[in-house]
């Protein structure tokens, strides 16, 4: 759990999201949509920031399985990481 916890501070708040991500993933607000901006506007900035995030977690994972003597598996890993992708893109999309 600590290093998720240790990830998730990396990939969020230092090394897995460039402020442009930050900025737009969000993007565009319901006022703006309204106004005719397309709703799809910010994805690519959204899905970005996942990639990095997930590929900052993937290796802090990768990292400790390889000098912890702990039973993880391969598709577990995968399940988990692929779950939090989607859940934390449509999370940060708001």
């Known amino acids: ?26 993007a565009p607000s319901a006022t703006e949509v309204a106004d005719g901006v397309s709703p799809r506007r910010g994805w690519g900035a959204c899905l970005g920031h996942v990639a990095q995030y997930h ?7 990768s990292l400790v399985w390889a000098v912890l003597p702990l039973q993880m598996f391969w598709p ?19």
Do not use: C
């Not at 290093?3 to 708040?13: C, F, I, M, Q, Y």
């Not at 590929?55 to 994972?61: D, F, Q, S, T």
């Open 1 to 26: 759990m600590g290093v998720l916890s240790v990830g998730h501070n990396l990939a969020d708040h230092v090394i897995g999201q460039t402020d442009r991500q930050a900025a737009g993933k969000a």
């Open 55 to 61: 590929l900052v977690m993937a290796v802090m994972l």
């Open 76 to 94: 577990g890993l995968a399940a988990g990481l692929a779950v939090s992708a989607v859940t934390h893109a449509f999370v940060d999309r708001r």
